[in-house]
């Protein structure tokens, strides 16, 4: 991990000696009293850490950066996928960057993905903070499940770039477009696709269909793939900032 997150009664009261974030500072990293590891609040600011004690919990003062680092102005509505993609779809867009990930319950997704123990008791927020810990960031996506892609729809801006990767329905490459909204929003079919009545609902909504080529991607490389370009369409990259 590149950034150990905390929430704020771990940043008063340390970590137990068992914590999987503990024993990786210590027992990999190698670090000891005196010396700093980077550390972060979820969902606020970033900053360096230095340790004061070791046993019985690893303890630590932390000096913060004075700015939250933002979310990157991009969300995609995925049709839910076997929980083992959706895994990695999670990991991936905290990775990234982006604001919110939708997912719905496709017409051809199979009705027991929704079913499964990683959309129970926030069961997808372990993978979200992986992905932030490894992209060296404190700001995790809201996620939400929708039993319909009608419903996922209703909570998208107006203002949006709207985009729907289907090579069937696609008018051109999704880098060959360029946006004036500076927000986008990304729709990417389930598994097994969309369906007639998925794309006549997302055309309704306004979204242009674009393909990312001669090839049909897993879903999770479709979500990090036309993510990428979307915010490189928007313009929308922050350059590297230190953290103090």
Known sequence: MNLVLLNESEVASGLPADDPRTQHLLQVMGLKTGESFHAGIIQGHRGIATITETHPRLKFTLKLEKEIQPQLPCEIIVGLPRPATAKKVLYEG?????????????????????????????????????????????????????????????????????VVLDPYEATGTLKSCKSKEKRGTLAIGSERGWTDRE?????????????????ILRVEAACLVGTAIMLSQLNAWQSHRPTL
């Open 94 to 162: 905290a990775c990234l960057g982006i604001e919110r990930i939708f997912f719905f319950s496709s017409e051809k997704s199979d009705p027991s993905y929704a079913q499964s123990t990683l959309w129970k008791n926030k069961g997808w927020e372990e993978f979200l903070i992986k992905g932030a810990e490894q992209a060296y960031t404190t700001r995790l996506p809201e996620v939400i499940v929708f039993p319909t892609l009608t419903e996922a729809l209703s909570q998208i801006s107006q203002q949006n770039w709207r």
């Open 199 to 215: 794309r006549l609902l997302l055309k309704e909504s306004g979204f242009h269909f674009y393909h990312l080529g001669d090839r």
